[in-house]
Each structure stands twice: as C-alpha cells, then as structure tokens.
C-alpha cells in the first residue's frame, strides 16, 4: 500500500492537488509550503505526524501537482487553503505553515479566527522591514523576470544537474535528501530536460510591491487559536542574503510576536530557513510537544485520578 493518495479539488476554476496521508479518522491536519516549493518537501514531515492526524498536504495553486495561472498574487494562495478547508469538509484543523507557506495559514486564520484548533508558523513571520529604494529595484527586475518567464527558462538537462542545484542553495542539505527532491520536485520536458515543478511566471508576483508588516500584524491579532512559531537561528543568511546575518533584530520579533495572543516561540541552532530539512528531528519534537502537550497532560491527569 502507497504511503499516501493523490487528491484534488477545484479552487476557483483551477484543480489544485493535494497529498492525503490517510487516518481519516484522525484529526485533520494541513501543511501548506513556501513559494517555488511543493508538497513533497514535507513527507518526512507527514511521516512524523502520521500516527495521531490525518495529514493533508497541500499543493497551492502553480506549484507541484496542481494546475497553472497566468498571474499570481498572495491572496490567491489564501483563497486555495480556504476552498481545500470547505471542499474536504475539514472541521477544526491544525495549519502548519512555511516561509510564504506559514504566512498564508496566519493570514487565513485571521480572517477565519473559528477555524483552525491550532497553527504552526514555521519562517514566516514576513521579511525584515524593507528598504523602499531596494523594493522599487526589485519590482523594476520583476518586469525582466517575466519577459524571462514568457520567453522559457532553459530546462535541466538531468538529475544530476537538479541535484547539484539543489546543493547550492542550501548546503545543509544532507545529500540523499537532496537526491530524493531532484527526483521528487521535477518533471521531464518534451524535449527531455526538465524542470521544477513550479510555473516560472510566478514571476508575477514580483511586481505586486513590498511585504505590508502593520496590515499583517492587524490579521495576526485577530488569530484566536493558539499558535507555534518556529525559527531557524541562521536564517538570516536567507533573509538578508549574507553569511552570519540577524533575521529579525530584537525590538523587531518582539513586536511581530506580541501581536498573537496564545503563543510560543521556538528558535532552533543550526537550522537556516529550510527547517525541515536542517533540523528536522528538533522540528518535529517541537511540533509534536505543541500539538500533543494538552491530549498528553489530560491522558496523565485521567491516569492518576
């Protein structure tokens, strides 16, 4: 029997995948990926969680199994969680969230606050406070990087070469994880190359202007259930683009954090923003001391009663 089925439901007018883990019975639980990721990514995750939830992972819109756009902006991700949550008929479900990932659980449990029983914010607490006259630049690049995606990116010419890729940007990477998402995050090309399995013109969202901290900070305090933040303690490199940098200084992640009412903050050592694949034992002990703490302790009190 395969770990997991194939599932998808409509989104809008797109068919949007998502990987079910089995345990219908089990509470439900969703992890949502970060931008240019997938579902995949998260297995080992699933695995961990498998034995008291029934896991669902998701595939948002233009990226893994799910179907294709021409233009993209953040809410669009959103409104994907919001029709998986209706379409499956998930009653009370844990989020779990990274990078981009986690930003789409807090910004849909802000606006759904009944929602979910509980949420885990993994690197996605928003970018350091951006520099104004760099996100004008950027913006100004994103025209070019939309030529660059209508005019087709030159595909991978193997495995090997994904492999390599993948190495590069993140070091940490332990190499039969590495090999395994080459594998698992390509598909091949007509002509036989391949390529990521996300659409290049998410591009577009690079001219949609900068991350808007205050607005995100009025959904994070509407957040009712109670919440896990997790962070990578070099981070910062992937943040800040250098080696040794600070993702968020002091004043700046105590003022994100104070806007949740019920939460806990974990900083895991040597982890940068790809948690999961870092660290992902200490990930996973963290989670599951989250999720499972208040059924264990009631279990104890029963048992000693």
């Given at each position: 029997m395969?770990?997991?089925?194939?599932?998808?439901f409509?989104s809008?007018?797109?068919?949007?995948?998502v990987?079910?883990?089995?345990?219908?019975d089990?509470?439900?639980?969703?992890?949502?990926?970060?931008?240019?990721?997938?579902?995949?990514?998260?297995d080992?995750?699933?695995?961990?969680l498998?034995?008291?939830?029934h896991?669902?992972?998701l595939?948002?819109?233009?990226?893994?199994d799910?179907?294709?756009?021409?233009?993209?902006?953040?809410?669009h991700?959103?409104?994907?969680?919001?029709?998986m949550?209706?379409?499956?008929?998930?009653?009370?479900?844990?989020?779990?969230?990274?990078?981009?990932?986690?930003?789409?659980?807090?910004?849909?449990?802000g606006?759904?606050?009944?929602?979910?029983?509980?949420?885990?914010?993994?690197?996605?607490?928003?970018?350091?406070?951006p520099?104004?006259?760099?996100?004008?630049?950027?913006?100004v690049?994103?025209?070019?990087?939309?030529?660059?995606?209508f005019?087709?990116h030159?595909?991978?010419?193997?495995?090997?070469?994904?492999?390599?890729?993948?190495?590069?940007?993140n070091?940490?990477?332990?190499e039969?994880?590495?090999?395994?998402?080459?594998?698992?995050?390509?598909?091949a090309?007509?002509?036989?190359?391949?390529?990521w399995?996300?659409?290049a013109?998410?591009?577009?969202?690079?001219?949609?202007?900068?991350?808007?901290?205050?607005?995100?900070?009025?959904?994070?305090?509407?957040?009712?259930?109670?919440?896990?933040?997790?962070?990578?303690?070099?981070?910062?490199?992937?943040?800040?683009?250098?080696?040794?940098?600070v993702?968020?200084?002091?004043?700046?992640?105590?003022?994100r954090l104070?806007?949740?009412?019920?939460?806990?903050?974990?900083?895991?050592p040597?982890?940068?923003?790809?948690?999961?694949?870092?660290?992902?034992?200490?990930?996973?002990l963290?989670?599951?001391?989250?999720?499972?703490a208040?059924?264990e302790?009631?279990?104890?009190r029963?048992a000693?009663?």
């Amino acid at each position: 029997m395969p770990e997991y089925s194939e599932r998808f439901f409509r989104s809008g007018t797109l068919r949007i995948h998502v990987r079910d883990w089995g345990r219908p019975d089990a509470p439900p639980l969703v992890i949502v990926h970060g931008l240019r990721d997938h579902s995949h990514s998260f297995d080992d995750l699933a695995r961990s969680l498998v034995d008291r939830f029934h896991v669902l992972a998701l595939d948002l819109r233009g990226h893994g199994d799910s179907e294709t756009t021409p233009y993209y902006a953040f809410g669009h991700f959103v409104l994907d969680l919001h029709n998986m949550v209706r379409a499956l008929r998930l009653q009370k479900p844990v989020l779990i969230g990274h990078s981009m990932g986690g930003e789409v659980v807090a910004t849909y449990s802000g606006c759904f606050p009944d929602v979910p029983d509980k949420i885990v914010i993994i690197e996605g607490l928003g970018p350091p406070p951006p520099d104004m006259d760099q996100a004008v630049l950027r913006t100004v690049e994103g025209f070019a990087r939309i030529d660059r995606a209508f005019a087709g990116h030159p595909g991978l010419p193997d495995l090997e070469a994904a492999y390599r890729r993948l190495r590069e940007r993140n070091p940490r990477l332990p190499e039969a994880k590495a090999r395994e998402l080459a594998l698992l995050g390509t598909r091949a090309r007509e002509d036989g190359t391949l390529e990521w399995k996300f659409d290049a013109m998410l591009a577009t969202m690079a001219i949609t202007g900068p991350y808007h901290l205050e607005y995100n900070m009025a959904l994070w305090r509407r957040i009712a259930a109670p919440t896990l933040i997790v962070h990578g303690q070099e981070s910062g490199e992937f943040w800040r683009g250098k080696p040794g940098a600070v993702y968020l200084e002091p004043w700046d992640l105590q003022r994100r954090l104070a806007c949740f009412r019920n939460y806990r903050f974990v900083e895991i050592p040597g982890a940068g923003h790809m948690v999961h694949f870092d660290r992902p034992r200490e990930l996973v002990l963290a989670i599951r001391e989250f999720l499972l703490a208040e059924e264990e302790q009631q279990g104890e009190r029963r048992a000693t009663a």
